[in-house]
């Protein structure tokens, strides 16, 4: 069943699809890819969430070059990313992530952990995975997990004590293809004042409980901070290109972590494209690239923004002001202490976009963070609190 997601009915939009149950079974013939970049809040704690945003999100491109297209089931979780993927593609999916964990040890000395679970060894187990989507943008369909079968495969290769189930970086046979991989922005201040990445866990795990509780959040979300356009963290005045680092860290990723002949024609490179796509924006001059105008390229970016997912968790990054981030927390410290829901959030005052294309099939989407390192930092408060709710069960 390897066409089993392109065939799942899009929602067109995320709320809706919370609204009837959409979940299907994930095919028992498929498997689990969790990626997770070790130590990342220490990292983080040191200034270098740009650098853990970057390597959680690469592995992204490799699959997808493997793949051919994007359109297959990921969730971007800001210090890694976990895949749902067909048997077929296992070998050479596998060889990609054993490459990518030295590209990433090379260039940015971080360590990546990956591991694999068939989810047939899941279901034996009595686990269950649903798999939905919805339609983000014409250039990007975005999956929704749900079910226990992913805390279930986390905590398998968290604890190692099956070696079959992880990828070592002696298992690379070829090359992984970065060809997609850009970051080109800077980080994007909030026009309200503030970034707020949060994690939001329902304590009932059946799907009518879950689905109330999420729209719960979402309507009350839609209620103080309005529509989508009113709280989406990627504003379109506020989008800038970036003149440094960012520019720097995509050479040195393309030219394998070494600062050479071949790493200075890169980034001479992304500066030609980069001062032709500034000059298109701000003449209004109609350039295409492959199914780019550039002269829209700030709208690409905010309708494949990948800021709303959920995995068993909802996960958001989302703008708004200080007032209406008070009134969040309490309705959430309120849902918390009736027992509902467990959550975590970070505030900023920046947004931050990695981006993965895949140009030949008009597909993108921009991974969005809190400035900081807003969703592992959120994660952190959030398994936090869910220590000590287990430990009172």
């Known amino acids: 069943m390897d066409d089993f997601y392109q065939t799942l009915n899009r929602s067109k939009d995320f709320r809706s699809v919370f609204e009837g149950n959409q979940f299907l079974p994930v095919p028992e013939d498929w498997f689990l890819l969790i990626t997770d970049i070790a130590g990342s809040t220490k990292a983080i704690d040191n200034g270098r969430y740009k650098d853990v945003n970057t390597a959680g999100g690469l592995v992204a491109i490799a699959v ?21 993927l067909p048997i077929t593609y296992l070998f ?35 686990a269950n995975l649903y798999l939905s989507k919805f339609e983000a943008s014409i250039h990007y369909n975005q999956c929704l997990v749900f079910g226990n079968g992913l805390d279930l495969a986390e905590s398998w290769i968290k604890s190692e ?28 201040p909030s026009e309200k004042g503030e970034v707020i990445s949060l994690i939001v866990e329902p304590v009932q795990k059946d799907y009518e409980s879950t ?24 504003p379109l005045s506020q989008l800038e290109l970036d003149n440094g680092p960012y520019l720097q860290k995509e050479a040195l990723i393309h030219s394998g972590g070494r600062k050479g002949f071949g790493y200075y024609l890169r ?55 200080k007032q209406s981030r008070i009134a969040l927390e309490q309705f959430l410290e309120n849902l918390e202490s009736d027992g509902l829901i467990v959550f975590g959030h970070y505030v900023s005052t ?31 408060h959030w398994k936090k609190k869910r220590k000590i709710v287990t430990a009172n069960i």
């Open 211 to 234: 689905a109330k509780i999420v729209s719960r959040v979402l309507n009350f979300i839609r209620m103080e901070f309005g529509e989508e356009e009113d709280y989406h963290p990627v």
């Open 350 to 380: 920046k947004s931050l976009m990695t981006c993965i294309l895949k140009t030949g099939a008009s597909q993108e989407v921009h991974f969005v963070d809190g400035e900081g390192g807003g969703l592992t930092l959120a994660a952190k």
């Open 92 to 126: 050479p999916v596998r060889s990609a992530i054993a490459d990518t964990i030295g590209k990433i040890r090379t260039t940015f000395g971080l360590e990546m952990k990956a591991g694999i679970v068939p989810v047939q060894e899941l279901y034996k187990r009595g």
């Open 64 to 84: 997808a070059n493997v793949y051919g297209h994007m359109d297959f089931p990921f969730i971007f979780g800001g210090d890694g990313v976990t895949f749902l």
């Open 267 to 321: 980034l001479a490179k992304i500066k030609f494209e980069k001062f032709a796509v500034s000059m298109a924006i701000k003449y209004k001059i109609p350039l295409k690239s492959y199914h780019y105008r550039l002269d829209k390229l700030k709208d690409y970016q905010a309708r494949s923004a990948d800021f709303r997912k959920f995995d068993g968790t909802l996960k958001m990054v989302i703008h708004g002001s």
């Open 161 to 188: 004590e099956d070696e079959s189930f992880l990828v070592r970086e002696t298992e690379k046979i070829t090359d992984a293809d970065f060809t997609g991989f850009t970051c080109r922005w800077q980080d994007i």
